[in-house]
C-alpha cells in the first residue's frame, strides 16, 4: 500500500508530464502557423485584390466547375479565418504578444 507522499508525488509528476507534452504539442503547432504566415498573407493579398473578385463573379455567373471547392470564394471564410489569425497571433503576427496572452490569460 503506497503512503499519502508518494501518492501525492506520483499525482504531480504525472501532471508535470502531461503539461510538459502538452507544451510541446503547442510550441510544435505554433512554430508550424509561424512558418504558414506567408501563406496565409498570399491568401490576404488575393482575397483583397482584383484576381479574388474576377473568380468570385465567374462564380456567380456559374462559370467555374461545379465540383470545384469554392470557400475561398465566400466572404466570410476568408475574413474569418484572417480575423481569426489576428486574434491567435496578437494581430500584426506580434509573437511575444502571443505568448504573453497565452500564458497570462
Do not use: C, H
Not at 504531480?12 to 504566415?37: C, S
Not at 481569426?84 to 506580434?94: A, C, F, L
Amino acid at each position: 500500500m503506497k503512503n499519502k507522499n508518494v501518492k501525492r508525488i506520483e499525482k504531480m509528476e504525472e501532471i508535470l508530464d502531461n503539461a510538459n507534452r502538452i507544451m510541446d504539442e503547442l510550441e510544435g503547432k505554433f512554430e508550424e502557423l509561424r512558418e504558414y504566415q506567408g501563406k496565409i498573407k498570399e491568401l490576404e493579398e488575393y482575397y483583397t485584390g482584383e484576381d479574388w473578385k474576377e473568380d468570385f463573379e465567374l462564380d456567380e455567373e456559374g462559370k467555374l466547375p461545379e465540383d470545384l471547392k469554392r470557400g475561398v470564394l465566400s466572404e466570410d471564410a476568408v475574413y474569418d479565418m484572417l480575423e481569426r489569425n489576428k486574434s491567435i497571433t496578437g494581430g500584426r503576427n506580434t509573437w511575444k504578444n502571443f505568448w504573453y496572452r497565452l500564458v497570462y490569460w
